[in-house]
Nanobody
Framework: QVQLVESGGGLVQAGGSLRLSCAAS????????MNWFRQAPGKEREFVAF????????SYADSVKGRFTIARDNAKNTVYLQMNNLKPEDTAVYYC?????????????WGQGTQVTVSS
């Protein structure tokens, strides 16, 4: 059974930083590209960041480019999202997603999400 478990969310002031983690099990993690998506209240889910199976290529939404960094450690079956210079509009539930073929498309597997709240 595939499981993706996010952690690291919380409440932070604008300008602050958080690092999200997503631990995967039940799949050959190193074979899967990974995405981060987010969904704010009353809004549609949106793409945040993408990383290839090897970590050799990444892609970001324009809204987070230069502030967020996606990375992975295949030895630990974990993908990370380092979020710097957070803004109130980054407030959302953040989800990791496995199995997509290219940035912005969704794969088969989802985590349960972790809440990020940025206060002004």
């Amino acid at each position: 059974q595939v499981q993706l478990v996010e952690s690291g969310g919380g409440l932070v002031q604008a300008g602050g930083s958080l690092r999200l983690s997503c631990a995967a099990s039940g799949l050959t993690f190193s074979m899967y590209a990974m995405n981060w998506f987010r969904q704010a209240p009353g809004k549609e889910r949106e793409f945040v960041a993408f990383i290839t199976w090897s970590g050799g290529s990444t892609s970001y939404a324009d809204s987070v480019k230069g502030r967020f960094t996606i990375a992975r450690d295949n030895a630990k079956n974990t993908v990370y999202l380092q979020m710097n210079n957070l803004k109130p509009e980054d407030t959302a539930v953040y989800y990791c997603n496995a199995g997509s073929l290219r940035p912005g498309t969704t794969g088969k597997y989802w985590g349960q999400g972790t809440q990020v709240t940025v206060s002004s």
